[in-house]
């Protein structure tokens, strides 16, 4: 059963730092990455990379944010910095299977939040 377990999410006032962890397991995948959702609007990526290191991020996080993952430990890592309170959101996890069972399946974590004061 694939699970993606976030965590380090909080309160900060702006300016400051947080740095989110997924913990995926049950399978392998290929692009991991995060997305958000703040109150009354769509899920968005904030940024995504694949099992070889490439990366891809939002015009609105490019700069401050920074994924990174240990394929070892099928760890994905978000290091936000510079925050601001437009960045305050439900940030979820999201890893593709990879598997010949689940190759192209999206997986979701159930996400943790982010609050930025300003």
């Known amino acids: 059963q694939v699970q993606l377990v976030e965590s380090g999410g909080g309160l900060v006032q702006a300016g400051g730092s947080l740095r989110l962890s997924c913990a995926a397991s049950?399978?392998?995948?290929?692009?991991m990455g995060w997305y958000r959702q703040a109150p009354g609007k769509r899920r968005e990526l904030v940024a995504v990379?694949?099992?070889?290191?490439?990366?891809n991020y939002a015009d609105s996080v490019k700069g401050r944010f920074t994924i990174s993952r240990d394929n070892a430990k099928n760890t994905v890592y978000l290091q936000m910095n510079s925050l601001k309170p437009e960045d305050t959101a439900v940030y979820y996890c999201?890893?593709?299977?990879?598997?010949?069972?689940?190759?192209?399946?999206?997986?979701w974590g159930k996400g943790t939040l982010v609050t930025v004061s300003s």
């Open positions: 990379i694949t099992s070889g290191g490439s990366t």
């Open positions: 049950g399978s392998i995948f290929s692009t």
């Open positions: 999201n890893a593709e299977g990879a598997t010949r069972e689940n190759y192209g399946v999206d997986y």
